[in-house]
């Protein structure tokens, strides 16, 4: 997440969906991810195109609730392999570096706010579909970047006070949170580095891969 400002839902749903019910995995990672944008958000404003972001960000928000309904209502079992699904496609996309090639403009925006805002309240995974989206303009690294930490951090943000509102987040999955958020801090603090200093594509492969092995597993599960 600090190196690309997106990527951290893949692994943190994935594994943790194995482990907790898919609600309580998106929950922690509305958790994380809000309290991690605390971290990004700031430097990340000096370069947002907000022409861009801020109709994205709006729809993507209205959006959450329609995600964050089957999120609450599906059967957990079902919502599990489907969130293993979402999570092998995503990763596989990233992957072989699919983008969006297609015209872009405020309807676009909007399109593209309203599917991520849902995929963001189903499986937490939302971040990633705006990345796709924007990693493809032709803008610096930079304010791509920038872009996905302010549209992503809304969406969380968003869906984490719904969560909340529905009884799923809990002082004891608060405090698994806080346990979580130590180390999480720590590596986004390094992927900021790798950010400034390389483009890491190594370690980017080699990730999607592990993630690609869990999402299977999430499937069999």
């Given at each position: 997440m600090g190196f690309s400002g997106f990527g951290t839902g893949l692994i943190f749903v994935a594994l943790l969906s194995l482990i907790y019910s898919p609600r309580e995995?998106?929950?922690?990672?509305?958790?994380?991810?809000?309290?991690?944008?605390?971290?990004?958000?700031?430097?990340?404003?000096?370069?947002?195109?907000?022409?861009?972001?801020?109709?994205?960000?709006?729809?993507?928000?209205l959006a959450v609730p329609l995600g964050s309904y089957v999120l609450l209502t599906m059967d957990q079992h079902a919502m599990r392999r489907i969130i293993g699904i979402v999570v092998l496609v995503l990763s596989i996309l990233t992957f072989r570096g699919v983008t969006y090639t297609g015209p872009r403009g405020l309807g676009v925006n909007i399109v593209a706010g309203a599917i991520s805002g849902v995929v963001a309240g189903a499986t937490g995974l939302g971040r990633l579909l705006v990345a796709l989206y924007f990693i493809s303009a032709q803008q610096p690294p930079a304010v791509q970047r920038a872009n996905i930490i302010v549209v992503g951090s809304s969406m969380a943000l968003f869906n984490l006070?719904?969560?909340?509102?529905?009884?799923?987040?809990?002082?004891?999955?608060?405090?698994?949170?806080?346990?979580?958020?130590?180390?999480?801090?720590?590596?986004?603090?390094?992927?900021?580095?790798?950010?400034?200093?390389?483009?890491?594509?190594?370690?980017?492969?080699?990730?999607?891969?592990?993630?690609?092995?869990?999402?299977?597993?999430?499937?069999?599960?």
């Open positions: 995995a998106v929950a922690l990672l509305m958790i994380m991810g809000t309290l991690g944008s605390l971290m990004l958000f700031p430097p990340a404003t000096r370069h947002t195109l907000w022409r861009e972001t801020l109709p994205m960000a709006a729809v993507a928000i006070i719904i969560l909340t509102f529905a009884g799923v987040v809990t002082i004891e999955l608060a405090v698994r949170a806080a346990v979580l958020f130590l180390p999480f801090a720590a590596t986004i603090w390094l992927g900021t580095r790798f950010f400034k200093a390389s483009t890491a594509e190594w370690f980017r492969r080699v990730v999607l891969s592990l993630v690609m092995v869990v999402a299977v597993l999430t499937i069999l599960a």
